[in-house]
């Protein structure tokens, strides 16, 4: 208690010094550091300009919401509304800002940020280990064996769970509420040799999975690696969860992130989560983009192409069935609603040049922000389905067709209220570091604790990536401690929060 009102005292303490003397803030906040931090940060930093600060406000409450710095003050060219919500801003983040000061003056999280930047090389090497791990999504178990032995030998209890998910602690406290630091293990391309994934002449790793989510599994043994090299945290009321989730990417289904949210002991413990997706310190995905994913089939008994002709035609069916779909979607995608994208992905079927096929098969993805506009374009593709099955079968002379509708998979759409705490604890860590990011809808593993109304964002793990999905994929661990100091803050603030 006594502690929570010092920082109570404190943070009121920065919020009068705030006003009185907004300009040398960042001042007083650099000379927190040791000198050699100072000199490492310092490279990283953006120095905030007047004119930056407007730009930034302007971006307010729309869509792709530019990130607020700490700096921001009204400006006389604001318009008074726009102003009062800046001032609004202003006051939400100072709090999380003095919490971020009253942070970094503990030992603990000094020595841990310096840790980030010293140990390059070892997270480097652990990096290149890991992704050389195959582990396609259904096909994880070797790589998550791999992260349970590495969160063991540095001092963490660590299991693997029913799902598959790995999840470790580093000082258990079973009883309080949770804050879990997640990144998804498996990959959607896998390399078949280890010579595959390796780090090239400019010093970027190159292969399948390096950035989604090599990146995003390092950070986590980075993550038990520092916090056992330095003295213990101090101020937490909260435990600290890693963990290594199956089954985020494609038919995968946010498998993992389902079990750890509905199922696991977790799940009771009012968690808030951390996921770590990638590269980067650009976005804040606060947003969760929904989505619906069908197989159609349509089946006949099939037969010679001139022998036979006459008789319903799968391959016929599912054209029909495409081509009204697309049509029918095509007015509700359009106007003002929600983003919503719906697109058939896949189409195989039949067997040669010669006979009326026995099936035929295409895959359809379906994208919202909004879960009533999903559920819309799924009647639209029912409709689509059971009139082309109609219609072929009434023109048929002999055997009919049959249609099938599959479900692959359904992440539910979600968004994060824009005063949650976890948000405003990423916006003061990033004002702090002077990393400029934006919030973001995507469809990540965070869909499933913000459907649940449970606290999540999804960022990237530092670096810079890119060729996500593709056999060129890399990673770029220049700047990557900037990202880990992001991360390790941000949950040092949810470790705090009573
Ligand atoms: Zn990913």
Same mark, same amino acid.
């Given at each position: 208690?006594?502690?929570?009102?010092?920082?109570?005292?404190?943070?009121?303490?920065?919020?009068?010094?705030?006003?009185?003397?907004?300009?040398?803030?960042?001042?007083?906040?650099?000379?927190?550091?040791?000198?050699?931090?100072?000199?490492?940060?310092?490279?990283?930093?953006?120095?905030?300009?007047?004119?930056?600060?407007?730009?930034?406000?302007?971006?307010?409450?729309?869509?792709?919401?530019?990130?607020?710095?700490?700096?921001?003050?009204?400006?006389?060219?604001?318009?008074?509304?726009?102003?009062?919500?800046?001032?609004?801003?202003?006051?939400?983040?100072?709090?999380?800002?003095?919490?971020?000061?009253?942070?970094?003056?503990?030992?603990?999280?000094?020595?841990?940020?310096?840790?980030?930047?010293?140990?390059?090389?070892?997270?480097?090497?652990?990096?290149?280990?890991?992704?050389?791990?195959?582990?396609?999504?259904?096909?994880?178990?070797?790589?998550?064996?791999?992260?349970?032995?590495?969160? *063991?030998?540095?001092?963490?209890?660590?299991?693997?769970?029913?799902?598959?998910?790995?999840?470790?602690?580093?000082?258990?406290?079973?009883?309080?509420?949770?804050?879990?630091?997640?990144?998804?293990?498996?990959?959607?391309?896998?390399?078949? =040799?280890?010579?595959?994934?390796?780090?090239?002449?400019?010093?970027?790793?190159?292969?399948?999975?390096?950035?989604?989510?090599?990146?995003?599994?390092?950070?986590?043994?980075?993550?038990?690696?520092?916090?056992?090299?330095?003295?213990?945290?101090?101020?937490?009321?909260?435990?600290?969860?890693?963990?290594?989730?199956?089954?985020?990417?494609?038919?995968?289904?946010?498998?993992?992130?389902?079990?750890?949210?509905?199922?696991?002991?977790?799940?009771?413990?009012?968690?808030?989560?951390?996921?770590?997706?990638?590269?980067?310190?650009?976005?804040?995905?606060?947003?969760?983009?929904?989505?619906?994913?069908?197989?159609?089939?349509?089946?006949?008994?099939?037969?010679?192409?001139?022998?036979?002709?006459?008789?319903?035609?799968?391959?016929?069916?599912?054209?029909?069935?495409?081509?009204?779909?697309?049509?029918?979607?095509?007015?509700?995608?359009?106007?003002?609603?929600?983003?919503?994208?719906?697109?058939? =992905?896949?189409?195989?079927?039949?067997?040669?040049?010669?006979?009326?096929?026995?099936?035929?098969?295409?895959?359809?993805?379906?994208?919202?922000?909004?879960?009533?506009?999903?559920?819309?374009?799924?009647?639209?593709?029912?409709?689509?389905?059971?009139?082309?099955?109609?219609?072929?079968?009434?023109?048929? =002379?002999?055997?009919?067709?049959?249609?099938?509708?599959?479900?692959?998979?359904?992440?539910?759409?979600?968004?994060?209220?824009?005063?949650?705490?976890?948000?405003?604890?990423?916006?003061?860590?990033?004002?702090?570091?002077?990393?400029?990011?934006?919030?973001?809808?995507?469809?990540?593993?965070?869909?499933?604790?913000?459907?649940?109304?449970?606290?999540?964002?999804?960022?990237?793990?530092?670096?810079?990536?890119?060729?996500?999905?593709?056999?060129?994929?890399?990673?770029?661990?220049?700047?990557?401690?900037?990202?880990?100091? *992001?991360?390790?803050?941000?949950?040092?603030?949810?470790?705090?929060?009573?």
């Amino acid at each position: 208690m006594t502690n929570l009102l010092q920082r109570i005292a404190r943070a009121a303490a920065a919020v009068v010094d705030l006003g009185a003397k907004p300009r040398h803030r960042f001042h007083r906040r650099v000379s927190l550091y040791p000198r050699r931090v100072q000199r490492a940060e310092n490279r990283n930093h953006f120095v905030p300009r007047r004119g930056l600060a407007i730009r930034r406000a302007y971006h307010l409450g729309r869509a792709s919401i530019r990130n607020t710095n700490e700096v921001i003050r009204p400006e006389r060219c604001i318009a008074p509304a726009r102003q009062a919500k800046l001032e609004w801003m202003g006051a939400n983040l100072a709090v999380p800002g003095a919490m971020v000061r009253d942070l970094i003056e503990s030992r603990g999280v000094r020595d841990a940020l310096l840790w980030f930047t010293r140990e390059k090389q070892w997270i480097n090497e652990m990096h290149l280990q890991l992704c050389r791990i195959p582990a396609p999504t259904f096909l994880e178990g070797e790589r998550a064996q791999w992260m349970a032995a590495q969160f *063991r030998s540095l001092g963490c209890d660590a299991q693997i769970d029913r799902a598959g998910n790995v999840v470790a602690t580093v000082q258990p406290r079973p009883e309080s509420a949770a804050v879990v630091a997640t990144a998804h293990l498996d990959t959607v391309l896998a390399p078949r =040799s280890k010579e595959e994934v390796f780090f090239d002449g400019e010093g970027k790793l190159r292969g399948p999975g390096a950035a989604d989510n090599g990146a995003g599994l390092t950070a986590l043994i980075a993550l038990a690696a520092v916090l056992k090299s330095v003295p213990p945290l101090t101020d937490c009321s909260r435990e600290l969860v890693l963990a290594a989730n199956v089954g985020e990417e494609g038919e995968g289904n946010l498998s993992g992130m389902r079990h750890l949210c509905k199922q696991s002991p977790l799940a009771r413990r009012s968690p808030a989560f951390l996921v770590l997706d990638g590269a980067g310190t650009d976005h804040i995905t606060t947003g969760a983009l929904g989505s619906r994913r069908f197989e159609i089939a349509f089946s006949g008994p099939g037969g010679h192409s001139w022998s036979d002709f006459g008789i319903a035609n799968p391959v016929h069916a599912l054209a029909r069935a495409i081509t009204l779909f697309a049509d029918s979607t095509r007015a509700a995608l359009k106007g003002n609603g929600p983003r919503s994208t719906a697109s058939v =992905s896949t189409v195989e079927g039949g067997s040669s040049v010669n006979a009326i096929a026995t099936s035929a098969r295409a895959k359809v993805d379906i994208r919202s922000e909004d879960n009533r506009r999903l559920e819309e374009i799924v009647q639209l593709l029912t409709t689509a389905v059971e009139r082309a099955q109609e219609t072929e079968n009434q023109r048929a =002379s002999g055997a009919r067709v049959f249609a099938k509708l599959k479900e692959l998979g359904s992440r539910p759409a979600a968004k994060l209220p824009e005063n949650a705490a976890i948000l405003n604890y990423v916006r003061a860590v990033d004002a702090h570091l002077g990393i400029r990011s934006r919030m973001e809808c995507a469809s990540t593993d965070a869909n499933i604790p913000l459907s649940l109304d449970m606290p999540a964002v999804s960022i990237g793990a530092g670096g810079q990536g890119g060729g996500a999905h593709t056999p060129d994929e890399w990673f770029n661990p220049d700047g990557r401690d900037l990202g880990l100091k *992001r991360v390790f803050l941000t949950l040092a603030l949810l470790l705090r929060e009573d």
